[in-house]
């Protein structure tokens, strides 16, 4: 189910470059020298797939200890019913959730740190912002991390969130390199591809639990599926 990972972040990077755009658009490359640009904008993307992949690594273990129980193929089934929910029950309010309390305090820290880091013009510093907006509240992150659990063990879990980073890549490197930030009405037009694509792979989730012998799409054993896939790494 990698795959779905990597389209999760193609078409959920319409969505956070609402949030993530900005950071991207502010960040001070070396514009009048295109090698080092490159180099400054591969190292903001280095740092976001790093906290991308700490995420999947901690709700991978997550995954890996109701493995145990024998419930992933439920546990898959939850994932995508509750993909497919949050989408036609927009009340859920999912993508503007809010939190409050030492997360809040703790969000506003990451914020205030990654101020003082853009004027700073180091090479470590665009990797230290990728890394820092890697772990900003994200409505599409979450939504991914219920992949994550469903993954199944840590190192799946791991490689689901950073193929999702690297989804969100194109997207990104495009506002750097834009003159101008997105438009709202584009940015809106961009928003309502989302929805699609998150029940699309909310229904592929389902089938996958449902273990109806479908090679990649519904295999009759995800355990068989787990063990051959993590004994490829």
């Known amino acids: 189910m990698l795959w779905t990972a ?38 903001y993307h280095m740092g976001r797939l790093v906290a991308y992949g700490f995420i999947g690594l901690v709700f991978g273990m997550v995954g890996h200890t109701l493995n145990l129980f024998g419930i992933q193929q439920q546990i898959s089934i939850i994932t995508g019913i509750l993909m497919i929910a949050i989408i036609l029950f927009p009340a859920l309010k999912f993508f503007n959730l809010k939190i409050s309390g030492p997360v ?3 969000i506003g820290k990451i914020k205030s ?67 101008g930030f997105i438009s709202p009405s584009i940015k809106n037009k961009m928003k309502k591809v989302v929805p699609g694509f998150v029940i699309i792979i909310g229904v592929l989730f389902i089938l996958r639990g449902m273990g109806l012998g479908i090679p990649f799409i519904s295999p009759s054993a995800l355990v068989s599926e787990i063990t051959s896939s993590t004994s490829c790494h």
């Open 113 to 179: 740190s990654m101020g003082g880091l853009l004027k700073k013009k180091s090479p470590h510093m665009f990797f230290s912002i990728g890394l820092l907006n890697g772990f900003l509240p994200c409505g599409l992150v979450y939504l991914a991390v219920f992949g994550t659990i469903a993954a199944g063990d840590l190192l799946n879990g791991g490689l689901y969130m950073f193929v999702f980073g690297l989804g969100t890549i194109p997207l990104m490197t495009s506002v750097v390199y834009s003159k």
């Open 104 to 106: 809040t305090a703790g």
């Open 6 to 43: 990597l389209i999760f972040g193609l078409a959920g990077s319409f969505h956070c470059i609402g949030m993530c755009g900005p950071i991207a658009f502010m960040l001070p490359v070396a514009r009048d020298n295109k090698p080092r640009k490159v180099l400054q904008v591969s190292l």
